[in-house]
Each structure stands twice: as structure tokens, then as C-alpha cells.
């Protein structure tokens, strides 16, 4: 068990990194933490490329293939493991039993070999990790957790999983809970708050965009460097600060479909937007809270966001110009 504080971070597995949150947080490690090899692990079909396959070794990691992540770890003598292998909660709601097969055999296997050779592990909780009976506006830390999606149980126990390898076999386990989450690099795929991210597409391509979440449903939600800062300075974190484990609330901006439209539209005006409600994602987005109280991670571990849906809609807005424009869209 790691007992000081110091950055132990330096041969890291990143499972799932060719995914949404993956394929930049593999990137962000390589490039900011001198010394460290990230081995992007991924599973046939959806293998790494161009500058991720180029910049760092990649293997398969299925999460379900206990023997085959045990010889990646012992090989790399790998001290971190990220574990982004998921479905999201629309796809999990149309596929329960590989979603729990995924995220909780999966999980099983990863804190098991975490265990016999001493490594740390992040699984990232969710929003979707909360349910209807949850406060909605200003959800606390501890809480009601009874969500109705197969992916908030899976969180659920994730959360329950990790911190049960912490206190019983003193795993480094740490999480935090992720809003949605806003992208230009890796779409996303099949999750309820998916909708935040497709829009800027469609803005930029100039293109209609059929929104399937009710105007006046809020939603926590994040731009991705301050959900990847969160990620790495949460397992950077000084241990003997940490009260909580898993999973940390964290927040940057809250919002309802009409207020992004709203923001977006100062950008470009010609926004173009129609309703088609999907009543899978609607109910889930239903039973989320409409916004976290982050407190204990400003206090535990100094987690602190920097961006607002102003300034992630500029960036977000430029970067996918730049794609557009070299045809990369
Ligand atoms: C989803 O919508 O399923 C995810 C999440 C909030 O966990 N983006």
C-alpha cells in the first residue's frame, strides 16, 4: 500500500485508450510525466493509430482476460492502471449483460492482478451512479445511490468494488464520479449525455442537429482537460489527505439542452436544431442529478476546474474548425 506522498506514477496501463476519454488521456501522460511509459492498451477492432499507436507501445487489454492484463502488468512492471473499459449508459441499458460483464468481471480482474502486483487503479464512477431518489440540485458526496440503469449499478458497485480492495487488501484505488463529458478529439459512444458533444459537430459542419434529451433536462457536465487534470492529480494525490476514495463528486457547469444551444449559437448563429426525444436516454437523463457539490474534492485533493461553457465552447468551436478545415471531421 502507498503510504507517502510522492508521484509514483510511471509505468501506467491505460485500458481503453483508444475510447473517448482514453485515447487523450494516454496522449496527456506521455507528454507531461517525463520518464513514464503508457502502455494504450485496447481490444481488436477498435486498435490504436497514427500519433497514439506511434508514440508509446500499445497491447491488447481486454478486461475480461485475467492472464493476459497480468502479463502486461508484470512485463511493463506496470505501478497505474487506468481502467476506462465501459459501455455507457445507453448501450448498457440495450446490452445489461455485457455491461455487467464488462464493467464488473472486468473490474474484478483488474483488482485482482492490482493486487498481487501493487499497483494503483483509477475506474471512473458517474453521474450516472446517482438514481431518482438522489437530491438533485447540489448532490452531496454521500448520498442515496439507488440508480435505475444498468450502468449505475455497475458504477454503483464499481464505487462499493474499489473502495472494498482499498480497505481489505490496501489497493490504491481512486476515482472520481464524471459528468458528461465534452470532446474534439474521440467521440463518444451511446451515452445519454452524448448529445452535448454532437451538437458542436453539427454546428461546425453546418449541418441540422436532432437532439434526443428534452429541452429543460439539467445536466452536470465537463470539458475534457479539466476531467483529464482530475484524473491524473487525483492519482498524484497526497494519500494521507484523502478522506474519500470512490469515487470523488466533481463539477464544472451545469445545463439544460437550450442553454448550450444558446452559448453555441453566440458562435454560430445559424444553429440549426430539432427535437426527437429518445425515451431510453430521457429517462435516464431524468433520474441525474442536475448538478454536484464538489466540495470534498476541492478539499481533499485540491481539485479545482478550469473551464466554463464560454470558454469551452470557443475552444471547442476552434479545434473542430481546424479538423473541418484539414477535412479531418
Ligand atoms: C453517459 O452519458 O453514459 C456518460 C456518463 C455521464 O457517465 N457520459
Known sequence: MRTTFEITMKNVLVIGSTGQIGSELTMKIRREIPGST??????????PKGELLESGP??????????????IVKRYRIDTIYNLAALLSAVAERKPLLAWDIQMNGLLNILEVARENNAAVFTPSSIGSFGPETPRVGTPQDTIQRPRSMYGVTKVATE???????????VDTRS??????ISNVTLPGGGTTDYAVEVYYAAVKGEEFVCPIAPGTYMDMMYMPDALKAAIDLMNAD?????????????SMSFEPEQIFAKIREYIPGLRVRYEVDPVRQAIATSWPDSMDDSCARAEWDWKPVYDMDSMTRDMIDCLRKRYNNNNL
Open 239 to 251: 494519500p494521507s489527505r484523502l478522506i474519500h476514495r470512490n469515487s470523488f463528486n466533481i463539477a
Open 58 to 71: 500499445a497491447e491488447i487489454a481486454d478486461v475480461r482476460d485475467a492472464a493476459a492484463l497480468a502479463d
Open 38 to 47: 503508457v502502455v494504450a492498451g485496447y481490444i481488436p477492432g477498435a486498435e
Open 176 to 181: 472520481v464520479r464524471f459528468p458528461g463529458l
Open 160 to 170: 462499493l468494488l474499489s473502495d472494498y480492495y482499498f480497505h481489505k487488501y490496501g
